[in-house]
């Protein structure tokens, strides 16, 4: 069956520092991979999209790569800030419909 | 304020008793989606509609029943037949279900059990 990995410890980081979230996915191939950012007790937001055929893309500080060979995504935000300090979730799709990972907590610290 | 709106923020459910989550969306979007949260894990999709009049069952169908009679509403009945219905319950919209479409989420609806 289809399945989405992301770290499911916190990644603590101290703030300034380049903050790199890992997607893994298997049995599946998809078109398209977004990540939203949810804080506690609010609803997902969009961030960014990559195609299967983009590498790379750029939002600002965010940073997405896209690889279909390992069936990775990274997730990068350069000079982080406290208040990145979030649950970031993958959702890769090729049928219409978003499939989510479990999302990986980030903790900036000043 | 355009956006989706989810009501209440906090339910509680007696045994036995159906509860209905409300979901409005003022984004003139096509597509509506219910997904559950629970603590340490992905969104799951509980149905999802491409359009008013028709919805399709998700990943966790059992123990819910949706509704789509407008374009703007997509209420959600958490049924007694649902035995474990304490999570984190997420409203979504989208311009239509084509792969690259972004969700717009509501705030959510936190269901606990009395």
């Given at each position: 069956?289809?399945?989405?990995?992301?770290?499911?410890?916190?990644?603590?980081?101290?703030?300034?520092?380049?903050?790199?979230?890992?997607?893994?996915?298997?049995?599946?191939s998809p078109a398209?991979l977004?990540?939203?950012?949810?804080?506690?007790?609010?609803?997902?937001?969009?961030?960014?999209?990559?195609?299967e055929n983009?590498k790379?893309?750029?939002?600002?500080?965010?940073?997405?790569?896209f690889d279909t060979t390992l069936k990775q995504s990274?997730?990068?935000?350069?000079?982080?800030?406290?208040?990145?300090?979030?649950?970031?979730?993958?959702?890769?799709?090729?049928?219409?419909?978003?499939?989510?990972?479990?999302?990986?907590?980030?903790?900036?610290?000043? | 304020?355009?956006?989706?709106?989810?009501?209440?923020?906090?339910?509680?459910?007696?045994?036995?008793?159906?509860?209905?989550?409300?979901?409005?969306?003022?984004?003139?979007?096509?597509?509506?989606?219910?997904?559950?949260?629970?603590?340490?894990?992905?969104?799951?999709?509980?149905?999802?509609?491409?359009?008013?009049?028709?919805?399709?069952?998700?990943?966790?169908?059992?123990?819910?029943?949706?509704?789509?009679?407008?374009?703007?509403?997509?209420?959600?009945?958490?049924?007694?037949?649902?035995?474990?219905?304490?999570?984190?319950?997420?409203?979504?919209?989208?311009?239509?279900?084509?792969?690259?479409?972004?969700?717009?989420?509501?705030?959510?609806?936190?269901?606990?059990?009395?």
């Open positions: 069956s289809q399945k989405i990995e992301q770290n499911s410890e916190a990644l603590n980081i101290q703030e300034g520092k380049t903050a790199t979230l890992t997607c893994n996915y298997t049995n599946y398209y977004q990540w939203y950012r949810q804080d506690p007790g609010r609803g997902p937001v969009f961030l960014l999209l990559i195609r983009e790379e893309k750029r939002k600002e500080r965010l940073k997405v790569t990274l997730f990068h935000i350069t000079a982080s800030q406290p208040a990145d300090s979030a649950t970031y979730l993958c959702a890769p799709s090729n049928t219409g419909k978003l499939i989510f990972g479990q999302g990986t907590t980030l903790q900036v610290k000043p | 304020d355009g956006g989706i709106t989810q009501s209440p923020k906090y339910l509680f459910r007696k045994e036995g008793q159906n509860v209905t989550l409300s979901c409005e969306q003022n984004l003139n979007h096509d597509a509506m989606y219910w997904y559950r949260q629970d603590p340490g894990q992905g969104l799951r999709l509980i149905y999802y509609s491409q359009i008013v009049n028709d919805f399709q069952k998700g990943d966790i169908a059992e123990g819910y029943s949706v509704s789509r009679e407008k374009k703007e509403s997509f209420p959600l009945t958490v049924t007694s037949a649902q035995k474990n219905p304490t999570a984190f319950y997420l409203c979504a919209s989208s311009i239509t279900t084509a792969n690259n479409e972004k969700l717009f989420f509501g705030s959510g609806t936190q269901l606990s059990v009395l």
